[in-house]
């Protein structure tokens, strides 16, 4: 099973950012996908996740709004389009697949080893 999250970068205050994470050696489509970010110091912490089917999509009430999670289970991908980019929005962000979406960490099987976003101000 592989993870491989990509996309961060450097970025500063109001600007956007494209994460994108392709998923290999499990059934992709029989999965609930999320995204997770955990700040130096602190708890890894819900961004947002997407059904199988991707009929449903749930956020943290700090990306509300801004970010968007989006999947293509023909390629095996999940993306999140983060807007409006804020400094406290810097973490290393990861994609994970649980069988359902949820917002707790601990019920997702796979993880990947996350990819550093940075918000200068």
């Known amino acids: 099973v592989q993870l491989q999250a990509s996309g961060g970068g450097l970025v500063q205050a109001g600007g956007s950012l494209k994460l994108s994470c392709v998923a290999s050696g499990f059934s992709f489509d029989d999965y609930g996908m999320g995204w997770f970010r955990q700040a130096p110091g602190k708890e890894r912490e819900f961004v947002a996740a997407?059904?199988?089917?991707?009929?449903?999509?749930y956020y943290s009430e700090s990306a509300k709004g801004r970010f968007t999670i989006s999947r293509d289970n023909a390629k095996n991908m999940v993306w999140l389009h983060m807007n409006r980019l804020k400094p406290e929005d810097t973490a290393v962000y990861f994609c994970?697949?649980?069988?359902?979406?949820?917002?707790?960490?601990?019920?997702?099987?796979?993880w990947g080893r996350g990819t550093q976003v940075t918000v200068s101000s």
């Open positions: 994970a697949a649980g069988r359902l979406a949820l917002r707790d960490p601990e019920e997702y099987d796979y």
């Open positions: 997407i059904t199988w089917s991707g009929g449903s999509t």
